[in-house]
């Protein structure tokens, strides 16, 4: 059991530590930390807190690497210098990032990283009862928007002819609410695709599937699809013409319709509520 001082100050390392493990977390320590990850900022965090920035300072200096099995859970409490609970409590914020995941017999291993797996938490962290559509769509805005303007540029003859395809084959789905909302998937996807960063991808489709739920109710909407098609439409003609700025525009307001439409939706769940 941890004193009283370590729970305050985080005591890392000792002669009784498991000599690998011990040697990493040392490794932290002893180099120049950010703010994010050590320094005077951690005072002030909980212990929890301060044992996931350790591990992920970790990662950050490749002292841990994608596929390594971190320790038992007894082990990383000797080298911590903590007990279970907040240990518990920092491996599982890590696996709920994405940074961890557990294996058969309790030991957790560090991820692929990929940035699909990274943003995959978004739709959990944000799908929630406290769900602010405007913060959902200013960060769409910001994301999404960049991407339209790689896009533009980037793409490839073959992938302009495959955006304009699945934006005029919404055409045949003005009453077929699933068919489009599939449809609309492969529409946003392949824009993000011809961008040709797949981090921003990835930050995209995170935010994209935030808020489906309230979605499928306005897809259902008089009207709502017919407009979102002409807007893809826009979108897509601009993108074929190499046009970033009438694209980027032409996208902002399909933006600011789904977010309007979101919202008109809302107010229809609660009032059927």
């Given amino acids: 059991m941890a004193s ?14 498991p000599d690998a ?12 930390q950010r703010a994010d990850f050590g320094g005077g900022a951690l005072e002030r965090r909980s212990i929890s807190e301060q044992v996931a920035n350790r591990i992920l300072a970790m990662i950050k200096s490749g002292n841990l690497k994608s596929g390594d099995r971190l320790p038992t859970e007894a082990q990383m409490g000797i080298a911590f210098g903590i007990s ?14 994405g940074v961890l995941e557990s294996r058969q017999g309790g030991r957790y291993t560090v991820t692929d990283l990929s940035p699909s797996r990274l943003v995959a938490p978004f739709n959990v962290m944000l799908s929630v009862s406290d769900y602010d559509v405007h913060e959902h769509f200013e960060a769409r805005a910001v994301v999404d ?18 955006i304009l395809k699945h934006a005029v084959d919404g055409k045949a789905f003005f009453d077929d609410p699933v068919a489009f909302r599939l ?16 981090l921003l991808s990835a930050l995209a489709q995170g935010l994209y599937d935030i ?7 306005a897809s259902t909407m008089p009207g709502n699809i017919e407009k979102s098609v002409g807007q893809h439409i826009a ?8 046009d ?3 694209a980027m525009a032409a996208y902002r307001r399909h933006l600011e319709h789904v977010r309007d439409t979101t919202i008109v939706a809302m107010i229809a769940n609660t009032n059927a509520s």
Avoid at 154 to 159: D, I, L
Avoid at 183 to 198: C, T
Avoid at 235 to 242: D, I, N, R, T
């Fill in 244 to 246: 970033p700025i009438a």
């Fill in 145 to 162: 928007l960049e991407l339209i303007r790689l896009c533009t540029l980037r793409a490839t003859p073959e992938q302009r002819q495959r």
């Fill in 21 to 32: 493990f011990a040697e990493l977390v040392d490794a932290t320590r002893r180099k120049p």
């Fill in 183 to 198: 449809l609309d998937i492969e529409f946003h996807q392949s824009l993000n695709d011809a961008a040709g960063n797949r």
């Fill in 4 to 17: 009283s001082k370590a729970k305050e100050d985080l005591v890392i390392g000792g002669d009784d530590a």
């Fill in 211 to 217: 808020g489906l739920d309230v979605r499928r109710v």
């Fill in 235 to 242: 979108v897509a003609e601009a993108v074929m013409a190499g």
């Fill in 84 to 97: 279970r609970p907040p240990l518990r409590e920092a491996l599982k914020a890590l696996t709920l990032m």
